[in-house]
């Protein structure tokens, strides 16, 4: 009888721990789809002359100083050169009223792949959370964390790690 009981408890300890390991996903999620043009009732509308089309991702990337914030090694926090980049980025916003933003955060590759998911989704929501600070409605925005899994810059020196510690905007339509 008390075999029986300490082998269910062993199994129990078992699946228990078996249940609550979060396993890595096999493939990582796909790039963000790059906007070129307005959104239809059946999808996106690309003007056939070449021209960029208002409101659209090529539109934000033409007309603000740029779509990406650079972080400091392990910070999230909005330093001048940010306010002004993001400060751009909010006044296209209020031309654009319907546009909605994913915020993607991403590290370098120093540190686990959980501190450096944690860390992407504090970037990405210290971009969001001064966006909104500046009028852009947070229901208009999303974010997600891509760690250390996409880099921009290649290599394990300093010039690639700093071009790494960022997080993008990019329009969604």
Same mark, same amino acid.
């Given at each position: +009888?008390?075999?029986?009981?300490?082998?269910l408890?062993?199994?129990?300890?078992?699946?228990?721990?078996?249940?609550?390991?979060?396993?890595?996903?096999?493939?990582? $999620?796909p790039? $963000?789809?790059?906007?070129?043009? /307005?959104?239809? !009732?059946?999808? $996106?509308?690309?003007p056939? /002359?070449?021209?960029?089309? !208002?409101?659209?991702?090529?539109?934000?990337? #033409?007309?603000?100083?740029?779509?990406?914030?650079?972080?400091?090694? /392990?910070?999230? @926090?909005?330093? !001048?050169?940010?306010?002004?980049?993001? @400060?751009?980025?909010?006044?296209?916003?209020?031309?654009? $009223?319907?546009?909605? =933003?994913? =915020?993607?955060?991403?590290? @370098?590759e120093?540190?686990?792949?959980?501190?450096?998911?944690?860390?992407?989704d504090?970037?990405?929501?210290?971009?969001?959370?001064y966006?909104?600070?500046?009028g852009?409605?947070a229901?208009? +925005?999303?974010? =997600?964390?891509?760690?250390?899994? #996409?880099?921009?810059?290649?290599?394990? /020196?300093?010039?690639?790690?700093?071009?790494?510690?960022?997080?993008?905007?990019?329009?969604?339509?």
């Open positions: +009888m008390a075999k029986l009981k300490t082998s408890i062993i199994a129990t300890a078992a699946l228990a721990i078996a249940a609550c390991s979060k396993k890595r996903p096999e493939v990582l $999620p790039a $963000p789809v790059q906007n070129t043009g /307005d959104t239809g !009732p059946t999808g $996106p509308v690309t056939t /002359d070449g021209a960029i089309t !208002p409101g659209s991702d090529a539109d934000f990337k #033409r007309s603000v100083t740029s779509n990406t914030v650079l972080f400091g090694l /392990d910070q999230y @926090d909005i330093d !001048p050169a940010a306010r002004t980049i993001l @400060d751009n980025q909010a006044q296209w916003l209020a031309r654009y $009223p319907n546009v909605r =933003i994913t =915020i993607e955060g991403h590290c @370098d120093r540190g686990t792949r959980e501190y450096n998911l944690a860390l992407g504090r970037r990405a929501n210290a971009a969001k959370n966006l909104a600070a500046r852009v409605s229901t208009r +925005m999303t974010t =997600i964390s891509y760690g250390s899994e #996409r880099p921009v810059a290649t290599g394990s /020196d300093d010039e690639a790690y700093a071009q790494n510690r960022r997080a993008v905007t990019i329009v969604l339509g």
